[in-house]
């Protein structure tokens, strides 16, 4: 269920990285492009609970770690959105990926070529704001006043760190201009199509049965088609 | 308009914090946010502005962001419909 797949990585090398799979070499092959940052600990949840969903549908899905990412030994700080792109065109290519499900700013990184769903996409800057408004307000409760503007002057020079991840100044650049791309045949699920509350809005990581049935479903039934 | 920033602001609240729709219904002008409710915390207060900017529709500046705007459902609200009127 955990397996390895080659990653190209910026030195022209190739690294191992990770992936969750449900790999029965069916012909219905779905690729998860995670949500980032921190939004993809609170879903995380919900998106192996819509894999193992799939799974018994009779669906193989596969979600890669992001290079820098949870088990990847790639350098968080030297990574930027299109390290990351060509990265998931690499996962869709080893894993023959018939479909694609990016979750959150996982659109941002999607492989255009793929048909599949977007589930609440999200704009770069949108990530990018909230990841730093909650380093301002932590600040501040530390009697440290910092503001956005002043924070991201700093970061397009030397790198943040925000959320725990060390941005580099490419990436907080490509976050602040990036927004899902248009001309695709991928479709939007809204979380009015799942019901209930996002997750990613969470303080602390939750699962949602019924979210993860309506996602799965929603999915299962497109495939099937 | 100022009903729809009510409704919308509630629904906000209760998707941020992961409240029940009727206890969010039962919010008044007076009833206390910050301080009050355990589940908004300095994350989820994060969460909470970030997500009026994008389904209300307005920026919030850094210098917009006090212990008074969060104090109670009212401030909050006349807050939001304050920055709708002016977007």
């Given at each position: 269920?955990?397996g390895?797949?080659p990653?190209?990585?910026a030195?022209k090398t190739?690294?191992?990285?990770y992936?969750?799979?449900?790999?029965?070499?069916?012909?219905?092959?779905?690729l998860i492009?995670p949500?980032?940052?921190?939004?993809?600990?609170?879903?995380?949840?919900?998106?192996?609970?819509v894999?193992?969903?799939?799974?018994?549908?009779?669906?193989?899905?596969?979600l890669?770690?992001l290079p820098?990412?949870?088990?990847?030994?790639?350098?968080?700080?030297?990574?930027t959105?299109a390290?990351?792109a060509?990265?998931?065109?690499?996962?869709?290519?080893h894993?023959?990926?018939?479909?694609v499900?990016?979750?959150?700013?996982?659109?941002?990184?999607?492989?255009?070529?793929?048909?599949?769903w977007?589930?609440?996409?999200?704009?770069?800057a949108?990530?990018?704001?909230?990841?730093l408004r909650?380093?301002?307000l932590a600040?501040r409760?530390?009697?440290?006043?910092?503001?956005?503007?002043?924070?991201?002057?700093?970061?397009?020079?030397?790198?943040l760190e925000?959320?725990?991840y060390?941005?580099?100044?490419?990436m907080?650049?490509?976050?602040?201009?990036?927004?899902?791309?248009?001309?695709?045949?991928q479709?939007i699920?809204?979380?009015?199509m799942?019901?209930?509350?996002?997750?990613?809005?969470?303080?602390?990581?939750?699962e949602d049965?019924?979210?993860?049935?309506?996602?799965a479903?929603?999915?299962a039934l497109?495939?099937?088609? | 308009?100022?009903?729809?920033?009510?409704?919308e602001?509630?629904?906000?609240?209760?998707?941020?914090?992961?409240?029940k729709p009727?206890?969010?219904?039962?919010?008044?002008?007076?009833?206390g946010?910050?301080?009050?409710?355990?589940?908004?915390?300095?994350?989820s207060v994060a969460?909470?502005?970030?997500?009026m900017?994008?389904?209300?529709?307005?920026?919030?500046?850094?210098?917009?962001?006090d212990g008074e705007?969060?104090?109670?459902?009212?401030?909050?609200?006349a807050?939001?419909q304050?920055?709708?009127?002016?977007?």
């Amino acid at each position: 269920m955990i397996g390895t797949w080659p990653c190209p990585a910026a030195d022209k090398t190739t690294a191992q990285e990770y992936a969750v799979s449900f790999d029965s070499s069916r012909t219905k092959r779905l690729l998860i492009l995670p949500a980032l940052f921190d939004e993809a600990n609170r879903l995380r949840r919900l998106t192996v609970e819509v894999m193992r969903r799939l799974d018994g549908a009779g669906i193989d899905s596969f979600l890669p770690d992001l290079p820098g990412c949870n088990e990847s030994l790639a350098d968080f700080s030297q990574l930027t959105l299109a390290d990351w792109a060509s990265a998931m065109v690499a996962a869709a290519r080893h894993f023959r990926a018939s479909h694609v499900l990016a979750i959150r700013g996982g659109a941002l990184v999607v492989p255009q070529s793929l048909p599949g769903w977007r589930y609440a996409p999200a704009n770069g800057a949108t990530i990018l704001r909230q990841m730093l408004r909650i380093r301002m307000l932590a600040a501040r409760e530390a009697g440290r006043e910092e503001t956005q503007g002043s924070l991201i002057e700093q970061g397009l020079v030397e790198g943040l760190e925000l959320a725990g991840y060390r941005l580099s100044p490419a990436m907080i650049a490509a976050l602040q201009s990036a927004t899902p791309p248009e001309e695709t045949d991928q479709s939007i699920i809204g979380q009015d199509m799942l019901g209930g509350s996002p997750l990613w809005l969470r303080a602390e990581p939750d699962e949602d049965r019924e979210q993860a049935d309506a996602l799965a479903a929603v999915l299962a039934l497109g495939m099937a088609a | 308009m100022t009903n729809h920033t009510d409704r919308e602001l509630r629904r906000i609240l209760a998707d941020v914090l992961g409240l029940k729709p009727a206890q969010v219904a039962e919010f008044d002008a007076d009833t206390g946010l910050f301080g009050h409710l355990p589940e908004l915390d300095s994350m989820s207060v994060a969460g909470l502005l970030t997500e009026m900017e994008d389904r209300l529709g307005f920026i919030i500046d850094d210098d917009e962001i006090d212990g008074e705007l969060l104090e109670t459902y009212g401030s909050l609200l006349a807050f939001a419909q304050a920055k709708r009127a002016a977007a």
